[in-house]
């Protein structure tokens, strides 16, 4: 009698066992297949941004994976504007911005910029689908009064 308790019992044991084996076996593979397309890949959740103050809109932003930033901006300040130099970096700073040909924007007027982007002081480059999060800087006159402004946008770009 006593033999056919033990085996029993080691037999619901093993069954246990097996049937939990399996279950997270299942899980397993299951988990290692998400992982694997991109599921848990927080790069593969965010979305594109270019975000400017009022006044400017970001109409197209494309980052390149050597580091260049193609982006397309649309001027809507009350009066004529100038765009002297241009930026894009992962702090919002002023420096390693690029002096470009001096451009003049009347309202509603759009201009494609092409800023290379730097972590720092480094210039930044990374593989396609690396998400690059920095700043967008632009520097420009106001014609009428003559006065120099700087504005910061925020950028989300994924490498394409």
């Known amino acids: 009698m006593w033999t056919i308790k033990r085996d029993q019992k080691a037999q619901s044991a093993m069954e246990y066992l097996v049937t939990y084996g399996w279950a997270i ?3 397993g593979i299951v988990l290692a297949a998400l992982f694997y397309i991109g599921v848990f890949n927080p790069s593969s959740l965010s979305e594109n941004q270019c975000i400017l103050p009022a006044d400017f809109g970001c109409v197209n932003a494309q ?3 050597n580091g260049l930033l193609t982006t397309v901006i649309q001027q809507e300040t009350p009066s004529t504007i100038t765009v002297t130099a241009v930026g894009c970096n992962t702090n919002q700073t002023t420096a390693n911005m690029n002096t470009i040909t001096p451009t003049t924007l009347p309202i509603g007027s759009y ?4 800023p290379q982007c730097y972590m720092g002081t480094t210039e930044w480059s990374g593989p396609v689908g ?3 999060v920095g700043y967008l800087t632009i520097n420009y006159t106001v014609l009428q009064s003559g006065l120099p402004h700087t ?3 925020s950028l989300v770009q994924k490498t394409v």
Not at 111 to 114: A, E, K, N
Request: glycine share 6%.
């Open 25 to 27: 076996l299942i899980i």
């Open 63 to 65: 980052m390149l994976p």
């Open 111 to 114: 201009l494609t910029l092409t």
């Open 130 to 132: 690396t998400v690059f």
């Open 151 to 153: 504005i910061f946008g």
